[in-house]
């Protein structure tokens, strides 16, 4: 009696064990796709910027959506306790280094403020825990729609050169 209740649990676990990674697979998989160009920070190549977006939107403005990404401790070390633990990589920047440029016009735009003078952005710094990773944006003003490439100045890392714009 006990054997039909031992073979449904090695299926259940089978599915469990084996069903589970192949989604997730997929799903980290499919995360790349989303990614324009990659750079690695100026001084740490452990810090990686992903450029996700560069679309025009309504109201005649520019979204640049980009993503940084501490890869310490995702390299392969086989073990379950790691001999050294990754430690927080700090980034910090200056309002100044982020921006775009319009090579078709030669002219370089900051990012929008409203009327209050307040950013129109969610831009992050601080410690980033290795393997954590924050979702950033700002808005611009939008080249003139003849401009179909920019490249973008993401604080500390190397500009993404000739980035097309989505509509």
Same mark, same amino acid.
């Given at each position: 009696?006990?054997? &039909? ?15 589970? $990674? ?9 995360? $790349? =796709? ?10 740490? &190549?452990? *810090?990686?910027?992903?450029? *996700?977006?560069? @679309? ?5 403005? *520019? /979204?640049?959506? #980009? ?12 073990? *379950? ?6 430690? $927080? ?5 200056? #309002? ?6 319009? &090579?078709?016009? =030669? @002219? ?8 209050? %003078? ?5 831009? #992050? ?5 290795? %393997?954590?990773?924050?979702?950033? #944006?700002? @808005? ?14 993401? $604080? ?8 097309? /714009?989505?509509?």
């Amino acid at each position: 009696m006990q054997r &039909p209740w031992i073979g449904g649990a090695g299926i259940a676990l089978a599915v469990a064990v084996f069903g589970t $990674p192949a989604s997730s697979q997929q799903v980290a998989q499919a995360a $790349p =796709n989303d990614v324009i160009a990659s750079a690695q920070f100026s001084q740490d &190549p452990d *810090l990686r910027c992903d450029l *996700l977006e560069a @679309k025009r939107v309504s109201g005649g403005a *520019l /979204l640049v959506r #980009w993503r940084i990404i501490n890869t310490a401790g995702q390299g392969g070390g086989g073990g *379950l306790v790691s001999s050294t633990a990754a430690k $927080p990589i700090r980034y910090t920047f200056d #309002w100044n280094e982020l921006f775009y440029i319009d &090579p078709a016009e =030669n @002219k370089r735009y900051q990012f929008l403020t409203d009327s209050g %003078g307040h950013r129109i952005l969610e831009v #992050w710094e601080g410690d980033l825990e290795a %393997g954590k990773q924050r979702l950033n #944006w700002a @808005k611009f003003p939008a080249p003139p729609a003849s401009s179909t490439k920019i490249s973008i100045s993401i $604080p500390r890392f190397a500009p993404f050169e000739d980035v097309p /714009l989505n509509q």
